[in-house]
């Protein structure tokens, strides 16, 4: 809608600009005031005045005598429409009263003026009308719209043991033996992501288990290996195990070393093969893992929606985060 023109007497002629600070109060109305004093305001209502979300709105009728009713056209050809409870009624420069004066109540008439309008009465109506923005979204429009993206997305895990869910998604653990994750894969997502940042108190390895339902599965189904270059020696083969009742996720040889790593997780939700691969960057010191590769591959077909984390020997405190590429 097009800006609602103001203008200032300058003591000759009405212009569009002037002092900011009038001597006499603001004039609201359709046309210029015939008798302005310098400095004055004139603000031409025959345009709405926009206000935020709603729509500003003044109608002028003008009495033939006898009215009790007002709706329709008003003396500028505006046709009448409020919002019932946010009207204000002036008739002849008064207030009217809202129940006591005057009826409104569908938004498109007013009744029960009493006492009847007698001719040459000027009766206004000011009212907030809802104003609807064009070509904007809603916010299940906007939820719709994030749901179907197709890309990597933090998944936040419905439960945690050992360990505290962050506001944006990501799980953290101090000195714990064991942190469990559920809830977190679903049938939304094929694959996912986990990136986890570890440091354990042991020289030992970090395991891990599938999980279903809240509780680990620990049959013997586990395949897993690992193989990479170590700073000082080169080129390692770090163990390959088959039928084992974990595997290995990150491995270690130093106190408190810490291990950075990030995996795919292969259909852990399915009914199918799962399994991860990844790569792992363990530092303590000088020595440091490069490259080192970890592999699992689970012997079954069991829908997974969780896993576990758990050192060998001794504890661990870290952070892990959780990403599904949506399919």
Known sequence: MAAVPIYVWNGTAWQETGPTIPENP??????????????????DSDGDVTTGSQQFQRFRFVASGGETTISGADANGAVLAYTAGLEQVILNGAVLVRGHDYTATNGTTITGLSPALVANDVLEVFSFIAFTVANTYTQSQVDGLLDSYIGLRLITPSSVVGGTIGTSGAVTFTGVST??????FTSTYDNYEIVSNIVSTNDTDIKFRWRVGGADNSSANYSWTQAGTFAATGTFAGGATNNDTSARFASSNAVNSQKFGKYTFFNPFATATSGYSGTQTYSSGTANYNGSVMGLGFNGTTSFDGF???PAAGTM?????????KN
């Open 317 to 325: 405190t870290g952070t892990i985060r959780v990403y599904g590429y």
């Open 308 to 310: 576990t984390l758990f």
């Open 179 to 184: 942190v469990s994750l559920n809830g977190c």
């Open 26 to 43: 603001i004039k609201y109305q359709a046309s210029a005031p015939t008798s302005p004093s310098t400095g004055d305001i004139w603000v």
